[in-house]
């Protein structure tokens, strides 16, 4: 999956494939450790009741002497005490075996006691550097109060939680971190020790995010594709109804592209394309949306307009006006002077609460036909 990743192959039914083997790595690491831990507590048992019989030895042996009884006090007590710090440092020790993942463990308040060479790894602070610090010490700031509120709030009615957060390195950069809390509590039900394993999920992030980004965009202008234009429209589409204000569909077809296309090779019309992307970009707000939709046509959706539509036409105008003149500039790729011109539908939305993104694309498109066939280079605004 890693090599998938580097060669860009990675797809997002990959990525989902690696984020489940890493969190499976996660839990089956806390199984391995509860076993360990169950192991050494059996063990010690049974030296705690081979002693026990040594104690009742002593007894029968001493038991009318008063320096017996003072010796068998004291042995007990140290017993009990030897007992309860092997214990802990048993169970806390088996919990931080070097691994892939990081461990951190802390005392009631939070405070680090404890961290696995995967810690230091993960964060880049060393286990002195990270000695009785707050956890805080990893905040990044990113994360919503409301994620800390649920958090504790189901470590401390279950017991444990797990979930995804953005922490911070020593280095102060940000990372995606799979983390797992777990309150460790004595026989009274007192929290004593927490316990955090920590899953460093940057590479799998960036590998999602670089499958939905090739998914969802045209990879010679970098725009976005008529699919996730689609998507983005129907979102657009709802929040306008309830908000009750319009959006503007233009749709932007080149006049000339195919003449140049067929007279200077592929390489050119590329290279064409890009400068009409970026062109388009410039000539727009940056809250607007603009895409690739196929070949030669592209595709901008203004958004939050005016709902007096006197003032839209006025907004559309000059914004379509603007783009008119850019992509009828000449503008020169590998020593040919070109020429593009285009032709633009406009289509206002939403008209109606029946409205929808495909009958929208349709009207527009009509539209620029209209503006085709009357000369081209000039805009047509669809009427009902």
């Known amino acids: 999956l890693r090599e998938l990743y580097k060669n860009n192959a990675l797809t997002e039914d990959d990525a989902t494939e690696w984020y489940e083997i890493s969190a499976n790595n996660i839990n089956a690491y806390e199984k391995v450790s509860k076993d360990i831990l169950t192991h050494f507590i059996i063990e010690l048992d049974n030296k705690y009741k081979t002693r026990s019989q040594d104690l009742n030895i002593a007894i029968v042996l001493w038991g009318f002497s008063i320096l017996a009884a003072i010796y068998f ?19 806390l020790s088996s919990l931080t075996l070097d691994s892939y993942e990081g461990v951190v463990i802390t005392d009631k308040d939070t405070n680090i006691i404890k961290v696995n060479k995967g810690f230091e790894r993960i964060t880049g602070y060393s286990a002195d550097e990270a000695y009785m610090k707050k956890t805080s010490l990893l905040k990044s700031g990113k994360n919503p109060r409301s994620l800390y509120k649920g958090m504790w709030g189901s470590i401390n009615t279950t017991g444990s939680w797990t979930g995804e957060v953005i922490n911070k390195r020593k280095d102060g950069k940000l990372y995606s971190q799979r983390l797992s809390i777990s309150a460790v509590r004595d026989n009274n039900g007192e929290v004593q020790n927490y316990i955090g394993h920590l899953f460093d999920i940057t590479e799998l992030r960036k590998a999602q995010q670089e499958a939905f980004y090739q998914a969802s965009h045209d990879s010679l202008t970098e725009l976005m594709n008529r699919k996730y234009l689609l998507k983005r429209m129907n979102e657009e589409i709802s929040r306008a109804k309830r908000h009750n204000f319009k959006n503007a569909f233009l749709f932007i077809d080149l006049d000339h592209f195919k003449e140049i296309n067929d007279n200077y090779g592929h390489h050119v019309g590329d290279k064409l394309l890009k400068h009409v992307a970026a062109t388009i970009k410039n000539s727009i707000r940056d809250c607007d949306l603009v895409a690739r939709i196929s070949g030669d046509e592209f595709a901008v959706v203004l958004l939050n307009l005016d709902r007096n539509e006197e003032e839209i036409i006025k907004v559309v105008s000059l914004i379509v006006n603007k783009i ?36 929208i694309i349709k009207d527009a498109d009509s539209a620029m036909y209209d503006a085709k066939n009357n000369g081209k280079n000039h805009f047509v605004i669809y009427k009902e």
């Open 73 to 91: 006090i004291f042995l007990i007590n140290k017993l009990f005490k030897q007992y309860e710090k092997y214990t802990q440092e048993l169970e």
């Open 324 to 359: 008119l003149m850019q992509l009828n500039k000449e503008v020169l790729i590998e020593g040919h002077k070109l020429t593009i011109g285009s032709s633009i539908g406009v289509r206002l939305f939403p008209l109606n609460k029946f409205d929808n993104e495909d009958q």
